[in-house]
Nanobody, 122 residues
């Protein structure tokens, strides 16, 4: 059981990147999938989440709404993060994770991918 994140790189402000999170050994359809990021000197934050409970449900941090889109493939083995109109403040290591809803609320993340570096130059 493994998550593999990829797609990071160096891009100029205003550019785009697409991150991929590929699951091995399981499918993602029963999990909450999140993209997290941690920028230099910043807190770890949730960027976007997706789950397929009763349909496709997505949520975004205010800082990325309207610029980032999270989606999954039909096989539910890969989740993407399309990042458009990138800003220097989006510079961070991006991680994907798969978790389950806690009965008491919130999500317990069980599986983590390795980070992929996104650097946005001004």
């Amino acid at each position: 059981v493994q998550l593999q994140a990829s797609g990071g790189g160096l891009v100029q402000a205003g550019g785009s990147l697409r991150l991929s999170c590929v699951a091995s050994g399981f499918t993602l359809d029963t999990y909450v999938i999140a993209w997290f990021r941690q920028g230099p000197g910043k807190e770890h934050e949730v960027v976007a989440t997706i789950n397929w409970s009763g349909g496709t449900n997505t949520d975004y941090a205010d800082s990325v709404k309207g610029r980032f889109t999270i989606s999954g493939d039909n096989a539910k083995t890969t989740v993407y993060l399309q990042m458009n109109s990138l800003k220097p403040e989006d510079t961070a290591v991006y991680y994907c994770a798969a978790g389950v809803q806690r009965a008491s609320g919130g999500v317990q993340y069980l599986f983590w991918g390795q980070g992929t570096q996104v650097t946005v130059s001004s």
